[in-house]
């Protein structure tokens, strides 16, 4: 496929349809270029096993681009997983850029850099590693794997209520949901807090005979308003 351009996509065996991901890529000379489209959930790693697989084997460098990605779930840590592992048993550097949205948010959410999650590849040429330390790192990595997968998780569980208090900055500010995001990001940093007990502190308060935030969050929430809710204009 040298200078050529595929795509990978298949049907799933069990319902027929199309996977939600598609992987349409491009190489250019030692160059890979692929473009992620869809949603990173089940099936993705398989599809994306698929798109590396139909890569010359002299390609030097992979770059993945998934601004076109709309939805993550814990499937996508699977899809960075198949990445990652192509490019330590290739040596060849591999990024993955161009997050924004929701995925972004998930891979902020597991602790993971949301400019390019993938540590860099080893060098080529560097000295071959016995058996055992090889299958001490794939334990690592599964272990982190499953520790990111359940933090994910209960992120996902923390959505409703993290998705009500930004209502309640959104009425409180007129501003709008990615601002009201930031603010509660910004808050739980300032206090050391995880967000989903900022966002519930927030929530609670707005019961009647509800309790007030503490007095630490208080002024977090104040400063992060302030900071990224432009003030309103009057009328005049």
């Known amino acids: 496929m040298r200078g050529g351009e595929m795509t990978s996509a298949a049907r799933d065996p069990y319902t027929g349809r199309l996977d939600a991901l598609a992987v349409e890529g491009r190489t250019e000379r030692d160059r890979a270029f692929l473009q992620a489209r869809g949603e990173l959930v089940h099936g993705c790693a398989a599809t994306t096993a698929r798109a590396l697989a139909a890569l010359p084997a002299d390609v030097g460098r992979v770059e ?4 076109d990605v709309s939805f993550m779930d814990t499937s996508g840590l699977g899809f960075l997983d198949v990445l990652g592992e192509y490019g330590r048993r ?3 550097p591999v990024s993955v850029t161009g997050w ?16 390019d999650p993938l540590p860099p590849a080893p060098f080529a040429g560097s000295p ?3 058996a055992s330390a090889v299958a001490r790192e794939r334990a690592e ?4 794997l499953r520790a990111e997968i359940a933090q994910l998780r209960h992120a996902i569980d923390s959505r409703p209520v993290i998705d009500q208090a930004r209502g309640v900055l959104m009425a409180a500010h007129s501003c709008t949901s990615e601002q009201a995001w930031d603010v509660l990001r910004e808050a739980s940093q300032r206090t050391n807090t995880k967000l989903r007990d900022v966002a519930g502190a927030l929530t609670a308060s707005t019961a009647p005979d509800g309790p007030a935030p503490p007095e630490s969050l208080r002024a977090a929430l ?3 308003v302030a900071r990224h809710v432009p ?3 009057e009328d005049g």
């Open 90 to 92: 290739r040596g060849v």
């Open 231 to 233: 003030p309103a204009r």
């Open 100 to 115: 924004r949205g929701q995925p972004r948010r998930v891979l902020e959410l597991v602790g993971l850099d949301d400019t």
């Open 128 to 130: 071959a590693r016995g």
């Open 222 to 224: 104040r400063a992060a």
């Open 64 to 67: 993945v681009d998934v601004a």
């Open 141 to 144: 990595q599964l272990r982190l």
